[in-house]
């Protein structure tokens, strides 16, 4: 198994800053994914995070809005750029498992902007 | 991708088996079932899956028709703790860089 730490686990922020999620993991792992959830809503893929080389989004989501790095195999971040409140989501990083047919996922980061 | 159908809600009461459905009708040859479960304020955590054969493990049973068009996860004596949302994903592989896509889940509710 994979063990994810997020930071921060919940934050609220201003309208127009921005919040940086780290997401550390406890092996080394070679995939690893964002997702957002928002309120009573399921899980929706933000991207892929690749290590070494720009992270790869899903339909609707951009980087400017939401840049990706990834500059290991344990650890990434999620930013949140310019932060309106439909952004108010729990954001949780994901990792592919050495079984590689299962994923992991951290607790969340539960976002609220005001 | 391959959509997956659920009832939105169900009910159980505690130390009885719990089936919970699940309709793929436009399942593909290769496609693998996957179940994941979600507990309240935690991130998704994975239960089970398989391709064709019926699957056991620790935590649930996977019961597929024979079809593929239907899969039922099987909760052998429910607790309070099973009390979450679980999901039915259809993956294209079992190489494991597919993402996973979630529908809307069944929420199971364990009466005491």
């Known amino acids: 198994s994979a063990v994810i730490s997020q930071k921060p686990s919940r934050d609220i922020c201003q309208r127009g800053t921005s919040l940086t999620i780290q997401c550390q993991v406890d092996?080394?792992?070679?995939?690893m994914f964002w997702y957002r959830q928002q309120p009573g809503q399921s899980l929706t893929l933000i991207a892929t995070?690749?290590?070494?080389?720009?992270?790869?989004?899903e339909s609707g989501f951009v980087i400017d809005k939401f840049p990706i790095s990834r500059p290991n195999l344990t650890f990434s971040t999620l930013t949140v750029s310019n932060m309106s409140p439909e952004d108010s989501s729990i954001y949780l990083c994901?990792?592919?498992?050495?079984?590689?047919?299962?994923?992991?996922f951290g607790a969340g980061t539960r976002l609220s902007v005001l | 991708d391959a959509k997956t159908t659920q009832p939105n809600s169900m009910e159980s009461n505690e130390e009885e088996p719990v089936h919970l459905p699940c309709n793929h009708s436009?399942?593909?040859?290769?496609?693998?079932i996957h179940w994941y479960r979600q507990l309240p304020s935690q991130g998704p955590e994975y239960v089970i899956h398989?391709?064709?054969s019926n699957v056991n493990n620790r935590m649930a049973s996977l019961a597929i028709a024979e079809d593929r068009k239907s899969s039922t996860l099987i909760l052998h004596r429910a607790t309070l703790r099973d009390a979450a949302v679980y999901y039915c994903?259809?993956?294209?592989?079992?190489?494991?860089?597919?993402?996973?896509?979630f529908g809307t889940g069944t929420r199971l509710t364990i009466i005491p």
């Open positions: 092996s080394q792992v070679t995939m």
């Open positions: 994903i259809l993956r294209a592989s079992n190489f494991g860089n597919e993402k996973l896509t």
């Open positions: 398989g391709l064709t």
């Open positions: 994901s990792v592919q498992g050495l079984a590689k047919n299962i994923q992991y």
């Open positions: 995070a690749n290590q070494g080389s720009e992270a790869t989004y």
């Open positions: 436009t399942i593909s040859g290769t496609d693998y």
